[in-house]
């Protein structure tokens, strides 16, 4: 190693080497590359506080069971009249799960030790409801996002009332929180 460093090669910086070891961790690609192939590396934000730690956590967590119950629905209802509607709240919840996947490795939060429970236990629910027909799909559907939509208003509040209240993921929660009411009502 002394001789590639007097080499002019350099050992990585141990941020990039924490977001690989993070990425690898959440099931995402190589830390600092961009869906477009690019290399650039995500910039680090300074460790959350534990509010914000907890919130990331638990809408990763949540976003990843509502892709994978939208995934166990398409399963079975895909091809069906409902799999346009389908379709469209599955692609929303995956840019959902991508955004919390992001601010994983951007805040440096552990993920739950549930996801691969979540990861089973979501596509289960989704096919098992909709084996049960459009209407137990739809049941389903309308069920979780009413108590998403309530628990991201608590975490608003939470937000809001906070010394420093992070603007960014007000923004961010503010903004699924009406995707996901959007899909209480069908549209």
């Known amino acids: 190693m002394n001789g590639m460093l007097r080499r002019g090669l350099s050992r990585p910086e141990p941020r990039l080497l924490s977001m690989r070891c993070l ?3 959440t099931g995402g690609g190589s830390a600092g590359t961009t869906e477009g192939g690019s290399s650039e590396a995500t910039p680090l934000r300074p460790r959350p506080n534990a509010l914000t730690d907890e919130i990331i956590r638990v809408d ?8 994978r119950i ?3 629905q398409m399963a079975i209802l895909g091809n069906g009249p409902l799999g346009k509607t389908i379709g469209h709240m599955w692609e929303q919840e995956k840019e959902h799960r991508k955004q919390f996947e992001q601010l994983i490795q951007q805040h440096r939060v552990r993920p739950t030790i549930m996801t691969p429970i979540w990861n089973v236990a979501g596509f289960v629910l989704g096919a ?3 084996l049960m027909g459009e209407k137990a799909a739809m049941a389903c559907t309308v069920a979780v996002e009413t108590v998403i939509v309530e628990h991201y208003n608590d975490q608003l509040r939470q937000i809001m009332e906070a010394p420093n209240p992070d603007k960014e ?4 929660i ?3 929180r009406d995707e996901e009411q959007e899909h209480t009502t069908g549209h």
Request: proline share 0%; glycine share 16%.
């Open 23 to 25: 990425s690898s961790a």
């Open 174 to 176: 503010t903004k699924f």
């Open 60 to 67: 990763h967590a949540g976003e990843l069971g509502a892709d």
């Open 169 to 172: 993921l007000l923004a961010t």
């Open 128 to 130: 098992g409801t909709a």
């Open 70 to 72: 939208y995934a166990g």
